[in-house]
């Protein structure tokens, strides 16, 4: 009788430790997927400050361009204003886009490309743009082994019982594939 008791009493442990382990790798990777998230934000905000000096640089130069410095201004406040992730990445991509259509006409102004504090500026960001790459990178993978985490068995278990949800990848935009064209 007392093997039995025994027995079941180390199942039920067994079983225990195996949900508390489940339990806490999860809680575990979900905070690592918001830091990554971090990350990524700390970048983007380099970015948004780095484009005030470029546009204010530029804009003695590029008058006529003033659709685009409407548009990188709409969308840091529409990436300002965001409450979730999803909001966030739609906001950076607004930016995404404004910003590759100034990077476009900064090309075929050569009198811009030589000045020196708008060539500083587009080498900043450059390397920002190439951070922010990285990290939407590493999100990504941290993504990826959580979504394959909840999905496996036995952990698939304990996340449907804690709430535990798919996360959402970092994605581009639809067309962003596509270069922008920009007329002068």
């Avoid at 990524?40 to 003033?66: M, S």
């Avoid at 811009?112 to 900043?124: F, G, H, I, P, R």
């Amino acid at each position: 009788m007392n093997k039995i008791l025994l027995v079941i009493i180390g199942a039920i442990l067994l079983v225990g430790v195996m949900l508390f382990g489940s339990y806490n790798g999860l809680v575990t990777q979900n905070t690592a997927i918001d830091g990554q998230w971090a990350q990524v934000e700390t970048q983007y905000q380099r970015r948004f400050d780095l484009i005030p000096n470029l546009v204010n640089a530029t804009k003695g130069f590029l008058k006529q361009e003033k659709g685009i410095f409407d548009d990188i201004a709409q969308a840091r406040t529409q990436y300002a204003g965001a409450r979730t992730v999803d909001e966030k990445v739609a906001g950076a991509s607004s930016l995404d886009s404004a910003l590759s259509r100034l990077l476009v006409i900064m090309e075929n102004y050569p009198n811009l490309k030589s000045d020196q504090t708008v060539s500083k500026l587009m080498d900043e960001i450059a390397g920002t743009e190439n951070r922010i790459s990285v990290e939407r990178r590493r999100f990504n993978e941290l993504v990826q082994i959580y979504d394959t985490k909840i999905k496996t068995v036995p952990t698939n278990i304990v996340a449907g019982m804690f709430g535990f949800r798919e996360r959402a990848y970092f994605k581009a935009t639809t067309g962003s594939e596509v270069a922008p064209k920009v007329e002068l």
